[in-house]
């Protein structure tokens, strides 16, 4: 049984910083891509930033200020999002699948076909 609990959202004022993490539990996910989505109110999912063993990449609109990582002895995936913005404000979701990322399914509407997600953490950024 695949299960990935989130942690670490909160309210932050802009210019702030928050670490998400997302603990996996029922699989090693060492060869797994995981992946960080977020969808706000009224808005489609957005996919934020993707991670396996052949790299990192990230939405055009969290590049150079969210940091996607893991911790392969904690089984964890980590998400550092600095210089927060009001627009970054939604409900954080963490996804993983046994295919590679390259192979993962996501399109720019938020279609996506990852396997295994967690039930979210919000995060609210104020100005």
């Known amino acids: 049984q695949v299960q990935l609990v989130e942690s670490g959202g909160g309210s932050v004022q802009a210019g702030g910083s928050l670490r998400l993490s997302c603990a996996a539990f029922?699989?090693?996910?060492?060869?797994?891509?995981m992946s960080w989505f977020r969808q706000a109110p009224g808005k489609v999912r957005e996919g934020v930033a993707v991670?396996?063993?052949?790299?990192?990449s990230y939405g055009d609109s969290v590049k150079g200020r969210f940091t996607i990582s893991k911790d392969i002895a904690k089984n964890t995936v980590y998400l550092q999002m600095n210089s927060l913005k009001p627009e970054d404000t939604a409900m954080y979701y963490c996804?993983?699948?046994?295919?590679?990322?390259?192979?993962?399914?996501?399109?720019?509407?938020?279609?996506?076909?990852?396997?295994?997600w967690g039930q979210g953490t919000q995060v609210t950024v104020s100005s």
């Open positions: 991670i396996d063993s052949g790299g990192a």
């Open positions: 996804a993983a699948d046994p295919r590679r990322c390259e192979e993962v399914v996501v399109t720019a509407g938020g279609v996506t076909d990852f396997n295994y």
């Open positions: 029922g699989y090693a996910y060492s060869s797994y891509c």
